[in-house]
C-alpha cells in the first residue's frame, strides 16, 4: 500500500517562499513518476510538477517554470516543491502524487494520493 504523506504548507506573503515535502512509502519507486498538484476553491485540480524517480526527469507547468522546483532524495525516499515568488492566485491544497507509468499531466490518471497540504499566500 502506497502512503504519501505532505507537509511544509503554510501562510505565506506574496512574493515569499515555501517548500514542500511528501514522504512516500509502501512500495520500491524506481518505476514511479511523482506529481504535484493543486486544487482551490471551485476549480478543477491542476498539474503542477512532476519527477520521473528513476532518473529524476522533471516537468512543471508553464505557470511555475522559473518559480517552482520538483526535486527528490532517495535515501529519505521525499520528494520535494520548492516554491518561490509564490502568488496570492495559487493559493490550493497542493496534493502529492504518485502514478506507474509513462509521465501525464492529467490528475485523473494518477493512482495514489497524499491528504494534502493548505498553501495559502497573502497580498
Known amino acids: 500500500q502506497v502512503q504519501l504523506v505532505e507537509s511544509g504548507g503554510g501562510l505565506v506573503q506574496a512574493g515569499g517562499s515555501l517548500r514542500l515535502s511528501c514522504a512516500a512509502s509502501g512500495r520500491t519507486f524506481s518505476n514511479y513518476y511523482m506529481g504535484w498538484f493543486r486544487q482551490a476553491p471551485g476549480k478543477e485540480r491542476e498539474f503542477v510538477a512532476a519527477i520521473r524517480w528513476l532518473v529524476g526527469n522533471t516537468y512543471h507547468a508553464e505557470s511555475v517554470k522559473g518559480r517552482f522546483t520538483i526535486s527528490r532524495d532517495n535515501a529519505k525516499s521525499t520528494v520535494y516543491l520548492q516554491m518561490n515568488s509564490l502568488k496570492p492566485e495559487e493559493t490550493a491544497v497542493y496534493y502529492c502524487?504518485?502514478?506507474?507509468?509513462?509521465?501525464?499531466?492529467?490528475?485523473?490518471?494518477?493512482?495514489?494520493w497524499g491528504q494534502g497540504t493548505q498553501v495559502t499566500v497573502s497580498s
Open positions: 502524487a504518485a502514478r506507474i507509468g509513462s509521465y501525464q499531466s492529467n490528475y485523473r490518471t494518477w493512482d495514489y
